[in-house]
Protein backbone atom coordinates (compact mmCIF):
# COMPACT_ATOMS: atom_id res chain seq x y z
CA UNK A 1 0.00 0.00 0.00
CA UNK A 2 1.32 3.22 -1.38
CA UNK A 3 2.20 5.96 1.15
CA UNK A 4 0.57 9.09 -0.43
CA UNK A 5 2.37 11.65 2.24
CA UNK A 6 5.74 11.12 0.13
CA UNK A 7 4.00 12.10 -2.81
CA UNK A 8 5.54 15.90 -1.67
CA UNK A 9 7.05 17.03 -5.61
CA UNK A 10 5.91 18.47 -8.88
CA UNK A 11 4.45 16.21 -11.22
CA UNK A 12 5.20 17.87 -14.81
CA UNK A 13 6.35 16.13 -17.77
CA UNK A 14 5.50 12.53 -16.49
CA UNK A 15 8.22 13.36 -14.06
CA UNK A 16 7.72 13.63 -10.54
CA UNK A 17 10.46 16.48 -9.49
CA UNK A 18 10.81 19.81 -7.50
CA UNK A 19 9.87 23.08 -8.37
CA UNK A 20 12.40 25.27 -9.38
CA UNK A 21 11.57 28.43 -6.68
CA UNK A 22 13.71 28.74 -3.77
CA UNK A 23 10.25 29.05 -1.91
CA UNK A 24 9.64 26.36 0.37
CA UNK A 25 6.51 25.61 1.05
CA UNK A 26 4.76 23.06 4.37
CA UNK A 27 2.17 21.29 4.53
CA UNK A 28 0.87 20.54 8.57
CA UNK A 29 -1.78 18.50 9.92
CA UNK A 30 -4.72 20.94 10.66
CA UNK A 31 -5.31 18.83 14.06
CA UNK A 32 -1.68 18.79 15.44
CA UNK A 33 0.15 20.49 13.81
CA UNK A 34 2.02 17.82 12.81
CA UNK A 35 4.71 18.50 9.72
CA UNK A 36 3.03 16.17 6.48
CA UNK A 37 5.58 17.38 3.96
CA UNK A 38 7.53 20.39 2.44
CA UNK A 39 8.35 21.02 -0.92
CA UNK A 40 9.69 23.23 -3.13
CA UNK A 41 7.36 25.72 -4.97
CA UNK A 42 6.38 25.69 -8.70
CA UNK A 43 7.95 28.83 -10.72
CA UNK A 44 6.64 30.11 -14.11
CA UNK A 45 8.98 28.33 -15.70
CA UNK A 46 7.36 25.09 -14.60
CA UNK A 47 3.97 26.04 -15.09
CA UNK A 48 5.26 26.92 -18.53
CA UNK A 49 6.95 23.06 -18.84
CA UNK A 50 3.40 21.80 -17.19
CA UNK A 51 1.52 23.45 -20.09
CA UNK A 52 3.43 23.08 -23.02
CA UNK A 53 3.94 19.08 -21.96
CA UNK A 54 -0.13 19.02 -21.71
CA UNK A 55 -0.52 20.30 -25.35
CA UNK A 56 1.81 18.11 -26.78
CA UNK A 57 1.10 14.94 -25.84
CA UNK A 58 -2.54 16.10 -25.71
CA UNK A 59 -2.88 15.77 -29.37
CA UNK A 60 -2.13 12.25 -29.54
CA UNK A 61 -4.17 11.39 -26.95
CA UNK A 62 -7.30 12.80 -28.56
CA UNK A 63 -6.25 9.96 -31.04
CA UNK A 64 -6.34 7.30 -29.11
CA UNK A 65 -9.43 4.30 -29.56
CA UNK A 66 -11.89 5.42 -27.18
CA UNK A 67 -11.67 1.82 -25.42
CA UNK A 68 -7.96 2.22 -24.69
CA UNK A 69 -8.63 5.32 -23.00
CA UNK A 70 -11.69 3.91 -21.40
CA UNK A 71 -9.58 1.00 -19.57
CA UNK A 72 -7.39 3.62 -18.38
CA UNK A 73 -10.38 4.98 -16.08
CA UNK A 74 -11.42 1.28 -14.97
CA UNK A 75 -7.57 0.93 -14.29
CA UNK A 76 -7.82 4.20 -11.80
CA UNK A 77 -10.68 2.90 -10.25
CA UNK A 78 -9.10 -0.70 -9.61
CA UNK A 79 -5.67 0.99 -7.94
CA UNK A 80 -8.11 3.67 -5.74
CA UNK A 81 -9.80 0.32 -4.62
CA UNK A 82 -6.59 -1.44 -3.81
CA UNK A 83 -4.94 1.27 -2.15
CA UNK A 84 -8.15 2.26 0.03
CA UNK A 85 -7.09 2.80 3.71
CA UNK A 86 -4.13 4.95 2.28
CA UNK A 87 -6.75 7.09 0.90
CA UNK A 88 -8.61 7.22 3.80
CA UNK A 89 -5.27 7.98 5.91
CA UNK A 90 -3.83 10.87 3.64
CA UNK A 91 -7.86 12.42 3.75
CA UNK A 92 -7.79 12.48 7.30
CA UNK A 93 -3.96 13.47 7.86
CA UNK A 94 -3.62 16.57 5.61
CA UNK A 95 -7.21 17.68 5.81
CA UNK A 96 -8.79 16.84 8.82
CA UNK A 97 -11.36 15.00 7.79
CA UNK A 98 -13.05 12.64 9.59
CA UNK A 99 -13.08 8.79 8.74
CA UNK A 100 -16.46 8.92 7.55
CA UNK A 101 -15.56 12.27 5.70
CA UNK A 102 -13.26 10.42 3.88
CA UNK A 103 -15.38 7.17 2.58
CA UNK A 104 -17.93 9.93 1.69
CA UNK A 105 -15.29 11.55 -0.52
CA UNK A 106 -13.60 8.98 -1.79
CA UNK A 107 -17.25 7.39 -3.44
CA UNK A 108 -18.03 10.81 -5.00
CA UNK A 109 -14.51 10.11 -6.43
CA UNK A 110 -15.21 6.52 -7.73
CA UNK A 111 -18.20 7.73 -9.52
CA UNK A 112 -16.80 10.32 -11.17
CA UNK A 113 -14.27 8.41 -12.92
CA UNK A 114 -17.09 5.60 -13.32
CA UNK A 115 -19.23 8.45 -15.32
CA UNK A 116 -15.59 10.03 -16.99
CA UNK A 117 -14.76 6.70 -18.13
CA UNK A 118 -18.06 6.60 -20.86
CA UNK A 119 -17.07 9.85 -22.09
CA UNK A 120 -14.64 8.25 -24.91
CA UNK A 121 -17.64 6.86 -26.26
CA UNK A 122 -19.99 9.97 -26.01
CA UNK A 123 -17.64 12.11 -28.77
CA UNK A 124 -20.22 11.52 -31.05
CA UNK A 125 -21.34 14.61 -33.85
CA UNK A 126 -24.03 15.05 -36.15
CA UNK A 127 -24.95 15.35 -39.79
CA UNK A 128 -27.26 18.17 -40.84
CA UNK A 129 -29.03 19.56 -43.54
CA UNK A 130 -28.06 22.35 -45.46
CA UNK A 131 -30.25 25.02 -47.56
CA UNK A 132 -27.30 24.46 -50.47
CA UNK A 133 -27.93 21.84 -53.26
CA UNK A 134 -25.62 18.73 -52.56
CA UNK A 135 -23.79 20.08 -49.45
CA UNK A 136 -23.28 18.26 -46.20
CA UNK A 137 -23.07 19.60 -43.26
CA UNK A 138 -20.65 17.52 -40.31
CA UNK A 139 -20.61 18.53 -37.07
CA UNK A 140 -17.79 17.03 -34.61
CA UNK A 141 -17.34 17.01 -30.88
CA UNK A 142 -13.71 17.59 -30.15
CA UNK A 143 -11.57 18.44 -26.80
CA UNK A 144 -10.97 22.33 -26.42
CA UNK A 145 -7.21 20.95 -26.33
CA UNK A 146 -5.65 22.11 -22.26
CA UNK A 147 -7.91 22.65 -19.47
CA UNK A 148 -6.44 24.49 -16.19
CA UNK A 149 -7.67 23.13 -12.48
CA UNK A 150 -7.79 25.17 -9.69
CA UNK A 151 -9.54 23.27 -6.63
CA UNK A 152 -9.92 24.12 -3.07
CA UNK A 153 -9.17 22.89 -0.02
CA UNK A 154 -12.12 21.56 1.46
CA UNK A 155 -13.28 18.23 -0.59
CA UNK A 156 -9.83 18.41 -2.81
CA UNK A 157 -9.78 14.79 -3.96
CA UNK A 158 -13.45 14.94 -5.32
CA UNK A 159 -13.09 18.81 -6.36
CA UNK A 160 -9.97 17.94 -8.40
CA UNK A 161 -11.15 15.11 -10.36
CA UNK A 162 -14.37 16.41 -10.66
CA UNK A 163 -12.66 18.60 -13.72
CA UNK A 164 -9.52 16.54 -13.81
CA UNK A 165 -11.45 13.02 -14.77
CA UNK A 166 -13.73 14.40 -17.31
CA UNK A 167 -11.53 16.65 -18.92
CA UNK A 168 -9.10 13.58 -19.40
CA UNK A 169 -12.11 11.83 -20.87
CA UNK A 170 -13.41 14.12 -23.21
CA UNK A 171 -9.58 14.16 -24.88
CA UNK A 172 -7.94 16.91 -23.15
CA UNK A 173 -4.65 17.43 -21.55
CA UNK A 174 -4.56 19.19 -17.81
CA UNK A 175 -2.61 21.68 -15.64
CA UNK A 176 -4.08 20.86 -12.01
CA UNK A 177 -3.34 23.48 -9.43
CA UNK A 178 -4.54 22.01 -5.79
CA UNK A 179 -4.53 24.32 -2.99
CA UNK A 180 -1.31 24.81 -0.75
CA UNK A 181 -2.45 23.15 2.16
CA UNK A 182 -4.01 19.93 0.18
CA UNK A 183 -1.37 19.66 -2.39
CA UNK A 184 -1.50 15.61 -2.06
CA UNK A 185 -4.66 14.94 -1.52
CA UNK A 186 -6.20 17.78 -4.68
CA UNK A 187 -2.97 16.90 -6.55
CA UNK A 188 0.30 14.85 -6.35
CA UNK A 189 -2.63 11.58 -5.34
CA UNK A 190 -4.62 11.93 -8.10
CA UNK A 191 -1.40 12.61 -10.45
CA UNK A 192 -0.32 9.06 -8.61
CA UNK A 193 -3.41 7.20 -9.47
CA UNK A 194 -3.55 8.03 -13.16
CA UNK A 195 0.40 7.30 -13.92
CA UNK A 196 -0.37 3.66 -12.32
CA UNK A 197 -3.17 3.43 -14.39
CA UNK A 198 -0.67 4.07 -17.27
CA UNK A 199 -2.13 7.49 -18.62
CA UNK A 200 0.67 8.99 -21.03
CA UNK A 201 3.04 10.70 -19.53
CA UNK A 202 2.54 14.41 -19.58
CA UNK A 203 -1.10 14.32 -20.36
CA UNK A 204 -1.69 15.09 -16.75
CA UNK A 205 0.68 18.04 -14.67
CA UNK A 206 -0.15 19.17 -11.29
CA UNK A 207 1.82 21.87 -9.61
CA UNK A 208 1.79 23.18 -6.35
CA UNK A 209 2.81 27.15 -5.71
CA UNK A 210 1.53 30.24 -4.71
CA UNK A 211 0.35 33.21 -6.11
CA UNK A 212 3.37 34.92 -5.84
CA UNK A 213 5.43 33.04 -7.67
CA UNK A 214 2.83 32.68 -10.77
CA UNK A 215 0.40 35.87 -10.53
CA UNK A 216 -2.53 35.15 -12.52
CA UNK A 217 -0.19 33.58 -15.53
CA UNK A 218 -2.56 30.25 -14.23
CA UNK A 219 -5.11 31.66 -16.33
CA UNK A 220 -3.79 34.34 -18.92
CA UNK A 221 -0.83 31.41 -20.37
CA UNK A 222 -1.86 31.05 -24.03
CA UNK A 223 -2.35 27.30 -24.26
CA UNK A 224 -5.35 26.55 -21.86
CA UNK A 225 -8.70 27.02 -23.75
CA UNK A 226 -10.96 26.52 -20.38
CA UNK A 227 -10.02 27.24 -16.32
CA UNK A 228 -12.08 25.33 -14.23
CA UNK A 229 -12.02 26.25 -10.58
CA UNK A 230 -13.48 25.75 -7.49
CA UNK A 231 -12.83 28.17 -4.49
CA UNK A 232 -14.08 31.49 -3.33
CA UNK A 233 -16.17 34.34 -4.72
CA UNK A 234 -13.52 36.69 -4.10
CA UNK A 235 -10.93 34.71 -6.15
CA UNK A 236 -13.63 33.30 -8.52
CA UNK A 237 -14.65 36.86 -9.78
CA UNK A 238 -11.15 37.74 -10.51
CA UNK A 239 -10.23 34.47 -12.39
CA UNK A 240 -13.22 35.01 -14.17
CA UNK A 241 -12.23 38.48 -15.18
CA UNK A 242 -8.81 37.55 -16.04
CA UNK A 243 -10.36 34.37 -18.28
CA UNK A 244 -12.29 36.68 -19.86
CA UNK A 245 -9.72 39.01 -20.72
CA UNK A 246 -8.22 36.79 -22.40
CA UNK A 247 -11.16 34.63 -24.45
CA UNK A 248 -11.16 31.91 -22.17
CA UNK A 249 -13.78 30.19 -20.93
CA UNK A 250 -13.85 29.87 -17.20
CA UNK A 251 -16.26 27.20 -15.21
CA UNK A 252 -16.73 29.11 -11.56
CA UNK A 253 -18.10 27.19 -8.43
CA UNK A 254 -18.01 29.11 -5.91
CA UNK A 255 -19.18 30.27 -2.21
CA UNK A 256 -22.77 29.57 -0.77
CA UNK A 257 -25.10 30.25 1.81
CA UNK A 258 -27.66 27.62 1.45
CA UNK A 259 -30.79 27.43 3.09
CA UNK A 260 -32.80 24.66 4.06
CA UNK A 261 -36.62 25.25 4.40
CA UNK A 262 -39.12 23.66 7.13
CA UNK A 263 -42.47 23.91 6.54
CA UNK A 264 -45.71 23.50 8.87
CA UNK A 265 -46.32 20.04 7.24
CA UNK A 266 -42.62 18.48 7.52
CA UNK A 267 -41.35 14.99 9.38
CA UNK A 268 -39.70 17.05 12.12
CA UNK A 269 -37.25 13.89 12.99
CA UNK A 270 -36.11 14.11 9.18
CA UNK A 271 -35.89 17.50 8.83
CA UNK A 272 -33.76 17.62 11.80
CA UNK A 273 -31.01 15.15 11.00
CA UNK A 274 -30.97 16.56 7.43
CA UNK A 275 -30.19 19.76 8.67
CA UNK A 276 -27.65 18.29 10.94
CA UNK A 277 -25.99 16.68 8.34
CA UNK A 278 -26.42 19.80 6.11
CA UNK A 279 -24.34 21.99 8.43
CA UNK A 280 -21.93 19.54 10.13
CA UNK A 281 -20.45 17.17 7.71
CA UNK A 282 -16.84 17.75 7.20
CA UNK A 283 -17.15 20.88 9.66
CA UNK A 284 -19.58 22.59 7.44
CA UNK A 285 -16.61 23.37 5.03
CA UNK A 286 -18.54 22.76 1.91
CA UNK A 287 -19.70 25.13 -0.41
CA UNK A 288 -23.27 23.27 -0.51
CA UNK A 289 -23.56 23.64 3.24
CA UNK A 290 -26.95 24.45 5.00
CA UNK A 291 -26.08 28.16 6.66
CA UNK A 292 -29.33 28.74 7.24
CA UNK A 293 -32.54 27.06 8.70
CA UNK A 294 -35.74 28.32 8.34
CA UNK A 295 -38.48 26.82 9.73
CA UNK A 296 -42.42 28.04 10.24
CA UNK A 297 -43.58 28.90 13.30
CA UNK A 298 -46.25 25.71 13.68
CA UNK A 299 -42.97 23.64 14.18
CA UNK A 300 -40.63 26.31 15.25
CA UNK A 301 -40.46 25.77 19.04
CA UNK A 302 -40.38 21.12 18.53
CA UNK A 303 -37.84 22.03 15.39
CA UNK A 304 -35.04 24.27 17.49
CA UNK A 305 -35.30 21.95 21.04
CA UNK A 306 -35.25 18.59 18.88
CA UNK A 307 -32.04 19.96 16.62
CA UNK A 308 -30.00 21.43 19.56
CA UNK A 309 -30.16 18.25 21.10
CA UNK A 310 -28.99 16.15 18.39
CA UNK A 311 -26.57 18.95 17.74
CA UNK A 312 -25.35 18.33 21.22
CA UNK A 313 -24.89 14.86 20.88
CA UNK A 314 -21.83 15.08 17.78
CA UNK A 315 -18.63 14.04 19.19
CA UNK A 316 -15.64 17.06 18.42
CA UNK A 317 -11.91 16.38 18.20
CA UNK A 318 -9.19 14.00 16.94
CA UNK A 319 -10.21 12.78 13.08
CA UNK A 320 -8.54 9.79 13.29
CA UNK A 321 -11.00 8.20 16.25
CA UNK A 322 -14.09 6.73 13.97
CA UNK A 323 -16.51 7.95 16.53
CA UNK A 324 -15.64 11.72 15.74
CA UNK A 325 -18.01 13.67 13.58
CA UNK A 326 -16.52 17.37 13.89
CA UNK A 327 -12.93 17.34 13.45
CA UNK A 328 -10.55 20.52 13.06
CA UNK A 329 -10.89 23.56 10.58
CA UNK A 330 -8.02 23.78 7.71
CA UNK A 331 -6.17 26.40 9.48
CA UNK A 332 -6.10 28.99 12.52
CA UNK A 333 -7.01 31.88 9.90
CA UNK A 334 -10.34 29.94 9.16
CA UNK A 335 -10.82 29.50 12.98
CA UNK A 336 -10.23 33.62 13.72
CA UNK A 337 -12.55 34.46 11.14
CA UNK A 338 -15.05 31.81 12.29
CA UNK A 339 -14.94 33.07 15.94
CA UNK A 340 -15.29 36.67 14.65
CA UNK A 341 -18.96 35.92 12.92
CA UNK A 342 -19.86 34.59 15.99
CA UNK A 343 -18.95 37.04 17.97
CA UNK A 344 -20.39 39.67 15.70
CA UNK A 345 -23.59 37.26 15.65
CA UNK A 346 -23.95 37.73 19.41
CA UNK A 347 -23.23 41.64 19.20
CA UNK A 348 -26.30 41.34 16.37
CA UNK A 349 -28.38 40.12 18.63
CA UNK A 350 -28.65 36.38 17.71
CA UNK A 351 -29.18 33.84 20.76
CA UNK A 352 -26.79 30.89 20.65
CA UNK A 353 -28.61 27.87 22.46
CA UNK A 354 -25.42 25.86 21.85
CA UNK A 355 -22.39 27.28 22.09
CA UNK A 356 -18.98 24.76 22.09
CA UNK A 357 -15.43 25.73 22.77
CA UNK A 358 -12.77 26.81 19.95
CA UNK A 359 -9.92 23.75 21.11
CA UNK A 360 -6.89 24.30 18.56
CA UNK A 361 -8.53 24.50 15.04
CA UNK A 362 -11.27 22.34 16.31
CA UNK A 363 -14.65 24.93 16.65
CA UNK A 364 -17.37 22.86 18.22
CA UNK A 365 -20.91 23.92 17.31
CA UNK A 366 -22.90 26.67 17.36
CA UNK A 367 -26.30 27.07 16.82
CA UNK A 368 -28.33 30.35 16.56
CA UNK A 369 -31.80 31.59 17.14
CA UNK A 370 -33.68 34.72 17.26
CA UNK A 371 -31.91 34.96 13.26
CA UNK A 372 -33.38 37.85 11.14
CA UNK A 373 -32.41 37.87 7.35
CA UNK A 374 -29.99 40.85 7.37
CA UNK A 375 -27.53 39.75 9.95
CA UNK A 376 -24.11 38.85 9.38
CA UNK A 377 -23.91 35.35 10.30
CA UNK A 378 -26.87 35.03 7.65
CA UNK A 379 -25.61 36.78 4.82
CA UNK A 380 -22.14 35.39 4.96
CA UNK A 381 -20.90 32.08 4.09
CA UNK A 382 -20.38 30.29 6.87
CA UNK A 383 -16.99 27.39 6.90
CA UNK A 384 -17.37 25.99 10.08
CA UNK A 385 -19.91 24.05 12.10
CA UNK A 386 -22.25 27.18 12.87
CA UNK A 387 -25.74 27.81 12.10
CA UNK A 388 -28.45 30.01 11.60
CA UNK A 389 -32.47 29.63 12.71
CA UNK A 390 -34.76 32.02 11.41
CA UNK A 391 -38.68 31.34 11.83
CA UNK A 392 -41.09 32.70 9.23
CA UNK A 393 -44.74 32.04 9.24
CA UNK A 394 -45.92 31.67 5.68
CA UNK A 395 -44.82 30.52 2.10
CA UNK A 396 -44.42 33.95 1.34
CA UNK A 397 -41.66 34.78 4.09
CA UNK A 398 -40.02 31.51 3.41
CA UNK A 399 -39.48 32.79 0.14
CA UNK A 400 -38.18 36.24 0.78
CA UNK A 401 -35.65 35.19 3.31
CA UNK A 402 -34.13 31.99 1.00
CA UNK A 403 -33.54 34.39 -1.67
CA UNK A 404 -32.16 37.84 0.27
CA UNK A 405 -28.95 36.10 -0.69
CA UNK A 406 -25.93 37.24 -2.73
CA UNK A 407 -25.54 33.45 -3.28
CA UNK A 408 -27.62 30.56 -4.94
CA UNK A 409 -25.71 27.05 -4.72
CA UNK A 410 -28.09 24.68 -3.30
CA UNK A 411 -30.84 24.46 -0.69
CA UNK A 412 -33.73 22.34 0.41
CA UNK A 413 -37.27 21.98 1.90
CA UNK A 414 -39.19 19.88 3.70
CA UNK A 415 -42.56 19.22 3.64
CA UNK A 416 -45.69 16.54 3.63
CA UNK A 417 -46.35 18.21 0.15
CA UNK A 418 -44.12 17.17 -2.32
CA UNK A 419 -45.60 19.80 -5.36
CA UNK A 420 -46.06 22.03 -3.31
CA UNK A 421 -42.27 22.29 -2.03
CA UNK A 422 -41.75 21.34 -5.75
CA UNK A 423 -43.26 24.76 -6.49
CA UNK A 424 -41.57 26.61 -3.55
CA UNK A 425 -38.54 25.32 -5.32
CA UNK A 426 -38.93 26.74 -8.29
CA UNK A 427 -39.24 30.35 -7.18
CA UNK A 428 -35.86 29.60 -4.90
CA UNK A 429 -32.92 32.03 -6.61
CA UNK A 430 -30.60 28.58 -6.73
CA UNK A 431 -28.97 26.21 -9.05
CA UNK A 432 -30.16 23.38 -6.72
CA UNK A 433 -32.86 22.44 -4.48
CA UNK A 434 -33.51 18.91 -2.90
CA UNK A 435 -37.15 18.27 -1.86
CA UNK A 436 -37.43 16.36 2.05
CA UNK A 437 -33.32 15.49 1.74
CA UNK A 438 -29.90 17.58 2.89
CA UNK A 439 -28.22 20.47 0.74
CA UNK A 440 -25.40 18.24 0.49
CA UNK A 441 -25.91 16.42 -2.74
CA UNK A 442 -23.26 15.58 -5.81
CA UNK A 443 -24.20 12.98 -8.34
CA UNK A 444 -22.12 12.67 -11.64
CA UNK A 445 -24.79 12.23 -13.77
CA UNK A 446 -26.73 15.46 -13.04
CA UNK A 447 -26.01 19.32 -13.34
CA UNK A 448 -23.85 20.78 -11.07
CA UNK A 449 -23.74 24.62 -10.38
CA UNK A 450 -25.00 27.81 -9.46
CA UNK A 451 -26.67 31.18 -9.52
CA UNK A 452 -25.55 35.07 -8.72
CA UNK A 453 -22.56 34.92 -6.52
CA UNK A 454 -22.35 30.76 -6.65
CA UNK A 455 -20.79 30.70 -9.76
CA UNK A 456 -21.18 30.00 -13.72
CA UNK A 457 -21.93 27.13 -15.72
CA UNK A 458 -22.72 23.26 -14.89
CA UNK A 459 -20.88 20.17 -14.78
CA UNK A 460 -21.28 16.68 -14.38
CA UNK A 461 -22.58 13.88 -17.10
CA UNK A 462 -23.36 15.85 -20.40
CA UNK A 463 -22.92 19.11 -18.37
CA UNK A 464 -19.08 18.57 -18.20
CA UNK A 465 -18.53 17.30 -21.48
CA UNK A 466 -20.63 20.33 -23.40
CA UNK A 467 -17.73 22.27 -20.68
CA UNK A 468 -14.88 20.72 -21.79
CA UNK A 469 -15.28 20.37 -25.68
CA UNK A 470 -16.02 22.49 -28.65
CA UNK A 471 -17.69 21.75 -32.18
CA UNK A 472 -16.46 21.69 -35.27
CA UNK A 473 -18.14 22.41 -38.55
CA UNK A 474 -17.01 20.92 -41.85
CA UNK A 475 -18.98 21.08 -44.55
CA UNK A 476 -18.57 18.58 -48.07
CA UNK A 477 -19.49 20.03 -51.46
CA UNK A 478 -20.55 16.76 -52.95
CA UNK A 479 -21.15 18.14 -56.72
CA UNK A 480 -19.84 21.90 -57.98
CA UNK A 481 -21.19 24.91 -56.55
CA UNK A 482 -22.90 27.15 -58.78
CA UNK A 483 -21.78 30.74 -56.99
CA UNK A 484 -23.00 34.28 -57.89
CA UNK A 485 -20.15 35.13 -59.98
CA UNK A 486 -16.61 33.20 -61.14
Known amino acids: MIDFKQLNSQYING ?57 IFDKAFAYMEENH ?20 EIGLVKNMIKESSTFPMRMEGKILPSPIDDKENRVYRVPVGVVGVISPFNFPFFLSMKSVAPALGAGNGVVLKPHEHTSITGGTMIAKIFESAGLPKGLLNVIT ?56 D ?41 YAAKVSTLTCGDPTDPNTIIGPLINKQQVNGTVALIEKGIAEGATPVVKGEVKGNVVE ?96 GDWSLDAFTTTKWISVQHKTRQYPYS
Not at 88 to 100: A, K, P, Q, Y
Not at 213 to 242: C, L, M, Q, W, Y
Not at 277 to 300: K, P, W
Open 365 to 460: PVVFTNVTPNMSIAQEELFAPVISIMKVSSDEEILDYANNSAYGLSGAIHTGNVERGAELAKQMDTGMIHINDGTINDEPNVAFGGVKNSGLGRLN
Open 15 to 71: KWREGSSSRKMENKNPYNGELIATYQAATLQDLNDAYTSANRVQKQWAKTNPISQRD
Open 85 to 104: EALINVIIDEIGGTRLKAEF
Open 209 to 264: TEIEEIGDNFVEHPIPRAISFTGSTKVGKHIGAVAGRNLKEAHLELGGNSALAVLE
Open 266 to 306: ADIDLAVSAAVFSRFTHQGQICMSANRLIVHEDVYDEFVEK
